[in-house]
């Protein structure tokens, strides 16, 4: 059964910088739209970023531009994001989701990723 897998998540001080990935087996990233969401407990979960089938990035939040980038590693079957200069506020648990395949744009509606992984925690303090 397809699933899929995140890593890279852990502790960092405020200015500091994470890499997450999303790896999955069984099938090939590259052919997929991906993105990245976060939740923090107690609040609704919201999309970060996204990269779609044909590698068109999109962001979702809007503070995430300039310090977040999503990226495919097609050598590892991976995307990654990447995180520069996170905030306490951006602590949460990252999960990476895909579409269906041939679905081939981004969506600010979770409801349509239909693939979901665990999840990595992320925790940002001094």
């Known amino acids: 059964q397809a699933q899929l897998v995140e890593s890279g998540g852990g502790s960092v001080q405020p200015g500091g910088s994470l890499r997450l990935s999303c790896t999955t087996s069984?099938?090939?990233?590259?052919?997929?739209?991906v993105a990245w969401f976060r939740q923090i407990p107690g609040k609704e979960r919201e999309e970060v970023l996204c990269?779609?089938?044909?590698?068109?990035?999109?962001y979702f939040e809007n503070s995430a531009k300039g310090r977040f980038t999503i990226s495919r590693d097609k050598a590892k079957n991976t995307v990654d994001l990447q995180k520069n200069g996170l905030k306490p506020d951006e602590a949460a648990g990252y999960y990476c989701?895909?579409?269906?395949?041939?679905?081939?744009?981004?969506?600010?509606?979770?409801?349509?990723?239909?693939?979901w992984g665990q999840g990595t925690q992320v925790t940002v303090s001094s």
């Open positions: 990269i779609s089938s044909g590698d068109v990035t999109q």
């Open positions: 989701a895909t579409r269906p395949p041939y679905e081939y744009y981004c969506s600010a509606y979770g409801s349509v990723y239909v693939l």
């Open positions: 069984g099938f090939n990233l590259d052919y997929y739209t």
